[in-house]
């Protein structure tokens, strides 16, 4: 029999049939040891259950005469208009992603189909984070305590009426900022703590055409950045919160900044 | 009728399933079906003799699906919504589920898009973690990570649901 430390992702490959046969016995008894992994399985085996149960009944349904249709037709024909028709349904499947999370399209990370602008925004702002998030002493170029200074300077190097957000309603407090290169442009960079020292960034460039918005994450356990961009500016808010905390802070910061850009 | 077609429309109904568990609506998840009927049979000849159709059919599946969510995502079509939005989409008439089928299913759709499909492909298609990676086009450990990524965020949202019904009946 192996012996080895088992974890919670071996709860997801035995209920999937991947735990090798030898390895089976010892995680049962690893199982039984823990009550809180137990239990997880247990629910995870249910929720599977009703999915699949939930599903089951399409493999019993007739198959529609327009789908037979297609595989019997002599001349088959790649109409390009056919795929927009269920784009519809796929627009309001991403509408219910951000109802079950709270905030913008839960997206489609890790799969490197974003746009360019914006996978350059979201790495720059998830690189820069990276840098200067872990820094203790040298966060930050101009302290929170000189805060209007702070915004003047931002605001005039990077070509934006930049007003740094009041995030304490999210537990998080200005650090402070600093200029950063973006790209051919600049960004500002406003970094912010919570009482337990966990930081995050708010990344603002001038430059962008297109309007567009959407998450990037940096690899299964770096930071991840939610990101907009509109006509004029582009913004990302990256850090390791999980994912609600995280929409919520972004979600003031995009107002607040929306605001102050108009003021 | 060929060899290749007659394979093709045994697939049908898993194909059917598989859509309707990544666009819900029965007409929409059709009309993905139908795309994706439309590229293979255009394409007969990249399937190679040998090839599981299973297998070249859900990959072309996956593709259609992920570009779609792309320009979904691109035309930035999903503006902020309430939670609340998710319960006032009504469920289409004609498919009778029951309260569990339901909540489980809307929960499904609440996921992200790349975690709802690598799941699915898992928990309800059967495949293994090893094919499903090679349909999706992702190594296996991504492919891992968004199994259980997407089975915590699916029990997490039946959680939800479970409180937000339990405060329903308090108030009434």
Redesign the interface.
């Known amino acids: 029999m192996t012996r080895r430390d088992f974890s919670?992702?071996d709860i997801?490959?035995a209920?999937?049939?991947?735990l090798p046969v030898d390895e089976r016995a010892a995680y049962d008894a690893w199982l039984e040891a823990n009550p809180e992994m137990k239990a997880r399985s247990v629910?995870?085996v249910a929720?599977?259950a009703?999915?699949?149960?939930?599903?089951a009944g399409?493999?019993d349904?007739p198959?529609?005469a327009?789908?037979?249709k297609?595989?019997?037709?002599e001349a088959?024909?790649?109409?390009a208009a056919?795929?927009s028709?269920?784009?519809?349904?796929?627009?309001?499947?991403?509408?219910?992603?951000?109802?079950?999370?709270?905030?913008?399209?839960?997206?489609?990370?890790?799969?490197g189909?974003?746009?360019p602008a914006e996978d350059q925004l979201a790495e720059q702002a998830i690189a820069a984070h990276l840098i200067y998030a872990a820094e203790q002493r040298h966060a930050v170029e101009v302290p929170a305590s000189d805060k209007d200074h702070l915004q003047t300077w931002l605001s005039n190097r990077v070509g934006l009426k930049l007003v740094a957000p009041d995030l304490a309603a999210q537990g998080f407090q200005l650090v402070g900022g600093r200029l950063l290169p973006a790209g051919e442009s600049k960004a500002a960079m406003l970094l912010y703590e919570d009482a337990k020292g966990e930081r995050i960034s708010l990344f603002v460039t001038a430059e962008s055409a297109e309007?567009?918005?959407?998450t990037y994450g940096s690899g299964?356990d770096g930071p991840e950045a939610i990101y907009w961009l509109d006509k004029g500016y582009g913004c990302a808010v990256v850090g390791s919160l999980p994912r609600a905390q995280l929409t919520a802070v972004a979600?003031s910061a995009y107002s607040q900044l929306i605001a102050g850009l108009a003021s | 009728m060929d060899e290749k077609k007659a394979a093709i429309l045994g697939e049908i109904p898993r194909l059917r399933r598989y859509a309707r568990s990544l666009l819900r609506d029965r007409d929409s998840a059709d009309d993905l079906v139908q795309d994706c009927l439309e590229r293979a049979l255009v394409r007969l000849d990249n399937w190679q003799t040998g090839d599981s159709p299973r297998r070249w059919l859900f990959t072309i599946m996956h593709h259609l699906f992920i570009d779609q969510m792309r320009k979904v995502n691109r035309r930035g079509e999903a503006a902020m919504l309430p939670l609340e939005a998710r319960e006032a989409q009504a469920a289409p008439a004609e498919q009778v589920e029951s309260i569990a089928s339901r909540e489980i299913i809307d929960a499904l759709q609440a996921i992200s898009p790349d975690r709802r499909a690598a799941l699915v492909m898992v928990a309800i298609e059967g495949f293994s973690y090893a094919e499903a990676a090679n349909i999706l086009g992702v190594p296996a450990g991504t492919l891992m990570s968004r199994i259980a990524r997407g089975r915590d965020e699916l029990r997490g949202l039946l959680d939800d649901a479970a409180r937000r019904r339990a405060i329903r009946i308090v108030e009434k």
């Open positions: 919670e992702r997801h490959m209920l999937d049939g991947e629910r995870y929720d599977r009703a999915l699949r149960a939930a599903f399409v493999l349904e198959v529609p327009r789908l037979k297609i595989v019997f037709d088959p024909v790649e109409t056919s795929s028709r269920w784009w519809r349904a796929a627009a309001a499947a991403a509408m219910l992603a951000i109802g079950g999370v709270g905030g913008y399209v839960a997206g489609i990370d890790n799969l189909l974003e746009d309007k567009t918005k959407g299964e979600k």
